[in-house]
């Protein structure tokens, strides 16, 4: 019996091992978010934004849209996929009134990936959205034009041109477009608006997209 035990355990620990090397991208910051979620009570039918680190780092989201009822819910990093992936754990528990999506620019560096494939993801992560919120209402915040990522620009610009297209033919949604609103009036980049990094903002460049997005965001 005692050697039955032995393996059970040595099996379990095999199991243990191998999810902790194979887990899923951002599988411990999901289980932070909802760790943090049973001990402080998220707001109900908030207006919930989501996405990458352009969400996850605008720290003062919540208290810039108080009176939206906002949640922040991005994950640093993130590509489009992976917030389809975590749709079950970031966006269905809320039941959010509202749904703010920005993701796609860290599509945009990999070699194999096109305008093409960042609309096909984002389809996917509509599509799965609408599966069970079929009518809540979403606004979709462009690529924005990061300095750091210049090389990617006519990417991004023909990503934002193909998503605005399949947005445009959908039922309450909204495609944002700040991409121009970050460029100079001769079509150049801002580096000003952005952290030293140069792919993260600062306040000034949140505050562009705080003008930008509120006019859509819907109150209670």
Same mark, same amino acid.
């Given at each position: 019996m005692k050697?039955?035990?032995?393996?059970?355990?040595?099996?379990?620990?095999i199991f243990v091992s191998s999810f902790a090397q194979s887990k899923p991208n951002y599988w411990d910051d999901v289980q932070t978010i909802k760790r943090y979620d049973q001990m402080f009570k998220p707001p109900v039918n908030p207006v919930l934004f989501i996405g990458?680190?352009?969400i996850r780092k605008?720290?003062?989201?919540?208290?810039?849209?108080?009176?939206?009822?906002?949640?922040?819910r991005g994950i640093g990093g993130a590509v489009t996929n992976d917030i389809t992936f975590y749709l079950n754990d970031l966006v269905f528990p809320y039941q959010p009134r509202q749904i703010v999506i920005y993701v796609g620019e860290n599509d945009l560096p990999d070699e194999k990936t096109n305008a093409d494939s960042v609309l096909n993801r984002t389809v996917r992560l509509f599509k799965g959205?609408?599966?069970?919120?079929?009518?809540?209402?979403?606004?979709?915040?462009?690529?924005?034009?990061?300095?750091?990522?210049?090389?990617?620009?006519? !990417? /991004? =610009?023909?990503?934002? $041109?193909?998503? %605005?297209?399949?947005?445009?033919?959908?039922?309450?949604?909204?495609?944002?477009?700040?991409?121009?609103?970050?460029l100079t009036k001769d079509?150049?980049?801002?580096?000003?608006?952005?952290?030293?990094?140069?792919?993260?903002?600062?306040?000034?460049?949140?505050?562009?997209?705080? !003008? /930008? =997005?509120?006019?859509? $965001?819907?109150? %209670?």
């Open positions: 050697k039955y035990f032995v393996i059970i355990i040595f099996l379990q620990a990458s680190s352009s605008w720290d003062d989201l919540t208290q810039v849209f108080a009176k939206y009822n906002a949640l922040n959205i609408r599966a069970k919120l079929p009518n809540v209402p979403i606004a979709y915040i462009s690529i924005k034009p990061s300095p750091s990522r210049a090389k990617f620009q006519d !990417k /991004a =610009v023909a990503s934002n $041109l193909l998503i %605005k297209e399949f947005l445009a033919g959908e039922q309450n949604t909204v495609f944002i477009n700040i991409f121009p609103l970050m079509g150049n980049l801002r580096p000003e608006l952005f952290v030293g990094d140069q792919l993260h903002m600062n306040a000034e460049g949140y505050a562009i997209w705080k !003008k /930008a =997005v509120e006019p859509y $965001l819907i109150k %209670k």
